[in-house]
């Protein structure tokens, strides 16, 4: 079974820019969650989207937005880009079970490669 | 909401000798704990999780840690460590469906 797939795996861009990453999730997972890596911050949670929905959303800037399509499949988008957006934005899938819709805390998350985005 | 401290941020042990990597959470109710080791260049990769089946975890490559309720803990272990375990390691855990990640420690391996 194929992992999750991030693209582009590089990118360059400049400030005022605006960027898009995408995520694949492993086939059948229906929830994708991001994440932002800095050696400052760490691993810090931005949003996690089951169904199309976005279920949770982490302490960021209105200029970080997500989507999922029905292929489970999901962008996130950060618009009027700045030098400290510059990261590794990772990506996790993991498979929900339940009706509800709420995690299930024994899911295991499957992360991607990761796409390192530089800011100049 | 729930936390994760990890004490030591760079861990450096000889090649053979024990590997113990430190984690304290901080939780009211029982946690879910994880973790998760990252090799350069690449994502996270699950190492093992507490879900309170047992206290004792044993998880991928050799690594085990063991859920200590009276001291918040969360320590890895590993008894002999390979050149090949040098990366970084956190610790997580769930919190409000979501899953909060400590600062991370990056074990050193000396030949």
């Known amino acids: 079974k194929a992992g999750v797939t991030q693209t582009p795996r590089y990118l360059i861009k400049t400030r005022g820019q605006q960027v898009t990453l995408s995520c694949s999730p492993i086939?059948?997972?229906?929830?994708v969650s991001w994440y932002q890596q800095t050696p400052g911050q760490g691993l810090q949670f931005l949003f996690e989207?089951?169904?199309?929905?976005?279920?949770n959303k982490g302490n960021f800037p209105g200029r970080f937005s997500g989507r999922q399509f029905s292929n489970s499949r999901s962008e996130m988008n950060v618009s009027t880009l700045e030098l400290g957006d510059s990261a590794l934005y990772l990506c996790?899938?993991?498979?929900?079970?339940?009706?509800?819709?709420?995690?299930?805390?024994?899911?295991?998350?499957?992360f991607g490669p990761g796409t390192r985005l530089t800011v100049l | 909401a729930q936390s994760v401290t990890q004490l030591g941020s760079h861990v450096s042990v000889s090649e053979g000798a024990l590997v113990l990597l430190r984690c304290n959470y901080s939780?009211?109710?029982?946690?879910?704990l994880f973790w998760y080791v990252q090799y350069p260049n690449q994502g996270l990769q699950l190492l093992l999780k507490?879900?309170?089946?047992?206290?004792l975890v044993k998880g991928i490559n050799g690594f085990e840690a063991e859920f200590k309720k009276s001291e918040t803990s969360f320590h890895l272990t590993k008894p002999s460590a390979h050149m090949s375990d040098a990366a970084e390691y956190f610790c997580?855990?769930?919190?409000?469906?979501?899953?909060?990640f400590g600062k991370g420690t990056r074990l050193h391996i000396l030949p």
């Open positions: 996790a899938s993991s498979y929900h079970r339940g009706t509800s819709g709420r995690a299930s805390s024994y899911n295991e998350q499957f």
């Open positions: 086939s059948g997972h229906r929830s």
């Open positions: 989207y089951f169904s199309e929905t976005q279920r």
């Open positions: 939780s009211s109710v029982p946690p879910y």
């Open positions: 507490y879900t309170s089946a047992a206290t």
């Open positions: 997580a855990v769930r919190s409000d469906d979501k899953i909060i």
